[in-house]
């Protein structure tokens, strides 16, 4: 089956094809896979913290429910201030931590995604800073 990708591109069989031409004749040139988890390369590791967004202002200081996203396999840990990592708990797809009692000012979190079975980490989140008024 042969549906329209882009311009003068077609997907064929989950890839990626484009019509080139050498010496006149066209040929089908496969370009590369499309896949609906293009988000990690095949070995590549995948962490976010999707809540607080850097530079939020938080307003609620008793509690924050942080939120993390990974399509790898793993656990994943929590940093605030360049603390010790805490666990964080799985639900509904995502990771959360529960912050309780935050202080004011500003704060850097950094998650990071562990192999519980060999106690290492896997990939580190990028920094995020948030302030909590």
């Given at each position: 089956m042969?549906?329209?990708?882009?311009?003068?591109?077609?997907?064929?069989?989950?890839?990626?094809?484009?019509?080139?031409?050498?010496?006149?004749?066209?040929?089908?040139?496969?370009?590369?896979?499309?896949?609906s988890l293009n988000l990690k390369k095949k070995n590549e590791f995948f962490i976010v913290i999707d809540y607080p967004k850097n530079n939020e202002i938080i307003t609620?200081?008793?509690?924050y429910a942080i939120r993390i996203g990974t399509p790898n396999i793993g656990s994943v840990e929590i940093s605030i201030d360049e603390g010790e990592f805490q666990k964080c708990r799985y639900s509904s797809g995502y990771w959360w931590y529960d912050w309780y009692n935050i202080p004011l000012g500003k704060h850097t979190l950094v998650a990071k995604l562990v192999d519980p079975q060999k106690n290492r980490t896997l990939k580190k989140s990028e920094k995020v800073v948030c302030i909590v008024k």
């Amino acid at each position: 089956m042969v549906k329209k990708a882009s311009d003068d591109k077609k997907v064929l069989n989950n890839s990626v094809v484009a019509p080139i031409t050498i010496e006149g004749r066209t040929k089908i040139k496969k370009a590369k896979k499309v896949s609906s988890l293009n988000l990690k390369k095949k070995n590549e590791f995948f962490i976010v913290i999707d809540y607080p967004k850097n530079n939020e202002i938080i307003t609620h200081k008793l509690h924050y429910a942080i939120r993390i996203g990974t399509p790898n396999i793993g656990s994943v840990e929590i940093s605030i201030d360049e603390g010790e990592f805490q666990k964080c708990r799985y639900s509904s797809g995502y990771w959360w931590y529960d912050w309780y009692n935050i202080p004011l000012g500003k704060h850097t979190l950094v998650a990071k995604l562990v192999d519980p079975q060999k106690n290492r980490t896997l990939k580190k989140s990028e920094k995020v800073v948030c302030i909590v008024k």
